[in-house]
């Protein structure tokens, strides 16, 4: 069994893959969770420099079964995880009203229900050990009426780690958000590379420092 290391769920090529990177540099495997193969594999082509595990595993964040057998597909393979990243989401732009009903429930169902289920799964188990972190990509610092289903998702994300926290904190998890406030883009004020670095301070941060939430906010 190697080192516990992160767990990472939605490795798109923005943000998800620059914590890989990040986690890997510091020598820590990595397990990659997403609902394409496409965006798996480069992530895994992305970490082939480090040397370090990799563990992989296909879900879609709001498939329950399928998301709690991937997190499991990794913790075999890896070891339980010290963190577990959250960076699934639906981004979109919708006025109110533009939107059916059932297209908001299912952005709010990548946006807060999956990352409920991943904390459900994982937590217990790091409240047990007496250490671990989950972190939840957040977003939308202020509501805009322009972004309704995203502002909604954003707004539940901080409840729930205000939840998640008074659940477990005590025992050891940290729990916290990252916002960021802008589109994620390489050479710009929200490079994901730059982002990433929120996510291993958070992780790394003693517990009487803890914080829970940090803020890119591009300036």
Known sequence: MTVSGVVIIGVGPGIGQAVARRFAAEGLPVGLIARSTTS????VTALSTYGVPVATALA?????DALRAAL???AAELGPPDAVVYNAAIIQADRPGELPARAQLDAYAVNVVGALT???HVAPGMARRGRGTFIVTGGMPHPKPSY??????KAG???????LDQEYGAD???VASVTVAGAVAPGTAFDPDDIAE????LHTQPRDRWEHEARHLGT
């Open 40 to 43: 798996v594999d480069a992530a």
């Open 60 to 64: 879609d964040s709001t498939d329950e």
């Open 72 to 74: 499991d597909k990794t």
């Open 118 to 120: 991943a904390a459900a």
């Open 148 to 153: 309704v289903s995203l502002s909604l998702g």
């Open 157 to 163: 994300v901080r409840t729930l780690v205000t939840l």
């Open 172 to 174: 050891g998890v940290h």
């Open 198 to 201: 929120h996510y291993w301070r």
